[in-house]
Structure formats: C-alpha cells, structure tokens
C-alpha cells in the first residue's frame, strides 16, 4: 500500500518510541477498522520485531527470557493500546457446603445456570444445584470427580455422596475414595472404585445406569432386596415405582461426556489462504456471546484475519469482522472476536469456528491457541486476582504476585527479577492489565475462573493461584 504521510509519521513515532498520547490515539483511529492501514503497521512492526530478535540473542544464540526496557517498547504500546478487549470474567464458584462434607465446583463449560449461581455462600445444609445447559464439574472432598450434562440437577449431601434429581452424570471414582453413593428418584448407586454413568428423568419414570470400567451396586427404589451388581460395559433400565426387575440394555457410551472438554484449541499457519477451522461442538452449549480470543506462541510473523464466523451443520450463525493479528506482544491487535448466538438459535449439531486469513507471504508461518469463552457474567475485581500465581514457561518456573496496592513482583525458579521493578498493575473491564513506567508496554491476563490466569497477550501458558 502507499501509506499517508500522517500514518507513516505516526508509525514512525511509534516504533522510535517517541509518540505521545494524542498520536497514539490518532493512529489507534487510523488503523482499526482499515484494513489496508492495519498491513502497513504490521509489515513495519514485523521488520522491527525481527531486527529485535537478532539483536537480543547471546552468544550462545540464546534468546532473552523477558524484554528489556527499550525503543522497542513502543510498539507493544499500539499493539496494547488497539486490542479491543471486553473479554469478561466468569466467575467459578468455590466450596459448596452440605451437612456431612464438601465439594468443589472445578470446572464449567457454557453453564447457563437455572436461578442463583453457585458460589461460596450456599448455606450450610446443602442447595441443589441446577443447570438449565452446559458442562458442569463437581469434585468432592474424597476426590470422587463428577462431570453433570444439564438440564440437570445435583446437591452434595456429604463427602462423597450425592442426590442426582435428574439429567446426565459421570462420575470417577478415584482409589481410596470407594463406597461413593448417588441416590436418585428410581433407586441408589454404590461405587466400589469405577467410572459410571446415571440418566434420570423421573417425569418420564426413567434411570439408566451403565459402567465404563469397574463395578457398581445399584438398588431400585421398587426393590427391597439386595443391590444388583454392575460390571464393565454393563447398562441397566431401572423400574421406577412399577415392581418390576431391573432390565439389562445397551450400554451407548457415545451419549455421556466423560471430561470436561478444553476451552483452547491449537492453530498452525502455513501461508495457505485457506479459512482455518475448529470443531467446538463440545464448548457450545447454550445461546448466548462467546468470546473467541487468538493467541500466538511461536513462529517469526503474526497471522493476520479479518472475519471470524460460527457455523452450525455448515450454516453461519454468527459473525464478527474486522482487521485481527496474532503475533508477538508489538504484534498483537483486536485479537477478540464476539460471536452471539441469538436466543432459540441454539441446538446440539456440529458447531465450526471458521477464521479468515488476511493477505499474507506464501511463506508465512507461525502457531498458537484459540480460546472460547463465555461473556455473559460479572467482570473480575482487583481483589479477585490478589494473590501468587505460578505458570511453566519453557522449563522455568515463574511466580507473579499481585499486591493489593497494585505493585507486583515476579519471580523464576524462585529468584527475584527486576522485570516488574516501577511496574503496576489494575483491572479494567474484567482484565488484569499490568503497566510500565518507562514504556507504554501492557501486559493482559484474563482471570478464567478463581484459580486459573490466562495470558492473553504473551505465549505464557495458565498460571494457577498457589498459596
């Protein structure tokens, strides 16, 4: 393209490190939006990144671990200031209480929940807990894992047991956590150290019960005798309030899902033209925004797209258009895409995120992760990233804390380093953004849950809170 002499001066600016404010958000104005004044500013942050590169090796041809302070630093600053970032925080609940024991909430994918959210006041004495849609992770004090499909319904009644009221529920039953029992509307289940599946839906008089590995005890409601017992790829049909026995079916092991799906998903860029797709039947769950969040972890260029769509048995449900790329921190812009499915425009089918390369070299390359995520609840406070976390980055292992007065420090293999010296750090709309004195360079973290902080702008894996 032939750039305006405004745009080149500002991205001049830019990468010299002396634009100011004002020009900074002329040329966030100029760029967004305009795809050919996007290109520009990449094919020149990327020739500054690759001298950047070259320059910071050792000797050794070892690359440095952290930035230094520097000219270079201007150029995370567009690359920060740009990204339009209304990623918001889903809150994961904490301890649920009931007489006799303790569960947590460890996991949730697309969870529309049916009244109150669970959280860390549900009252001594047990609640059930009911989901209108979504993927549902319970773990209890014992260590016995449930993953519940909704509509259902779940209260935790002690340790390691449980009232199932209806839905579908797979539970792994961990060594030394045997004896684990779920009792339903149709009858009782005892674990001896299995995995096992239950469906009930009493208004249909209905409860299924089948084991992918070990043994169960089942005893219906109707039957006074003795438990039945259940072994490996056995299923049975239990009879409700008719006195009738138990009936052996097939056992359809495709019906349950027995681990709660990853939320991130790898991406590999070659050049090709070709849309990139990703198969996320198992994230989409309900109607609703879902936030598609791109990330790089290696290779020498940034991708470039510009339209992200979701795609129902090929049928386009929801799409989002704009100039994205996906590099190094100088690299990275409007890396968030929002995709909302309407109300009643969701079903169960074959759900395909469909990305779209912007012009590119032949031979451009580089991989990272795509990230859906729900954005229909509450942002994060401070307070709810206070704390030490800790990640693994290429074998180091590295520790950030977060103060409540908004400094922060960071560590590697439990040595300090002066990369967060003058550094501070704030939340805004639900993102943790951390900020340098001497540069304009912001760092941004997306709290998943309550213990898990994801980077969204640097190739870092997940950090977790530690104590």
């Given amino acids: 393209m032939n750039p305006t002499n405004e745009l ?3 991205v001049d600016a830019m990468l010299d490190g002396s634009i100011e404010t004002a020009e900074l958000a002329r040329l966030e104005q100029l760029i967004t939006g305009d795809e050919t004044a996007m290109d520009y500013y990449l094919a020149m942050a990327g020739q500054e990144g690759l001298m950047m590169r070259a320059l910071s090796a050792d000797s050794s041809g070892a690359k440095r671990s952290h930035p230094s302070r520097g000219w270079w ?38 969870v529309v929940w049916k009244g109150e959210p669970v ?48 839905g579908k529920l797979v539970a792994e039953v961990p060594p030394g956590a045997e004896g684990f029992t ?43 005798g003795e438990p039945v017992p259940l072994y490996t790829g056995h299923a049975v049909r239990l009879p409700g309030k008719v006195e009738s026995p138990l009936r052996s079916i097939p056992f359809d092991q495709q019906r349950f899902v027995r681990r709660a799906p990853s939320r991130e998903l790898p991406w590999y860029f070659e050049g090709s033209s070709q849309p990139l797709e990703w198969d996320v039947s198992h994230l989409v769950w309900s109607s609703g925004e879902k936030l598609a969040v791109l990330k790089w972890m290696s290779g020498p260029d940034a991708l470039v797209l510009h339209r992200m769509e979701l795609l129902l048995d090929g049928e386009v449900v929801a ?17 968030v895409y929002h995709l909302a499915i309407p109300d009643g425009g969701w079903r169960r089918g074959e759900w395909t995120l469909r990305a779209w390369p912007g012009e590119m070299r032949g031979d451009a390359r580089s991989e990272g992760i795509l990230m859906l995520e729900d954005a229909s609840v509450a942002e994060a406070s401070m307070g709810d990233f206070v704390g030490v976390w800790e990640y693994v980055h290429d074998g180091v292992v590295y520790r950030r804390t977060f103060r409540g007065d908004g400094t922060c420090l960071l560590q590697f293999d439990g ?7 003058n550094a501070r750090w704030g939340v805004r709309e639900g993102i943790l953004e951390v900020r340098f004195d001497a540069s304009e360079t912001v760092e941004r973290h997306l709290l998943r849950d309550a213990d898990s902080l994801v980077f969204i702008n640097q190739p870092y894996r997940n950090a977790r809170r530690v104590e």
């Avoid at 150029?75 to 904490?94: D, E, K, L, N, Y």
């Avoid at 339903?184 to 089948?210: H, N």
């Avoid at 040595?415 to 010296?421: D, R």
Wanted: proline letters at 6%; aromatic letters at 6%; glycine letters at 12%.
């Fill in 8 to 10: 080149r001066k500002l």
């Fill in 73 to 110: 630093m201007g150029a995370a600053a567009v690359a920060a200031a740009v990204v339009v970032a209304f990623v918001v925080w889903r809150p994961v609940a904490g301890p649920v209480e009931a007489d006799g024991g303790w569960a947590s909430v460890t996991d949730q994918v697309d």
């Fill in 119 to 166: 959280g860390t006041d549900v009252d001594a004495g047990g609640r059930l807990i009911e989901i209108e849609s979504g993927l549902l992770e319970i773990t209890h004090a014992s260590g016995t894992r449930l993953l519940i499909e909704g509509p259902a319904g779940y209260e935790v009644t002690g340790e390691n047991a449980g009232r199932f009221v209806h």
């Fill in 182 to 224: 779920v009792d339903c509307p149709d009858g009782q289940v005892v674990d001896f150290g299995t995995e096992f599946a239950i469906e009930a839906d009493p208004s249909k008089g209905m409860m299924e019960v089948g084991v992918f590995r070990g043994e169960v005890k089942v005893r219906p409601s109707a039957d006074d």
């Fill in 319 to 335: 799409r989002d258009e704009h100039p994205c790329s996906v590099g190094e921190l100088s690299s990275t812009l409007a890396n």
């Fill in 415 to 421: 040595k300090p380093t002066p990369y967060f010296e």
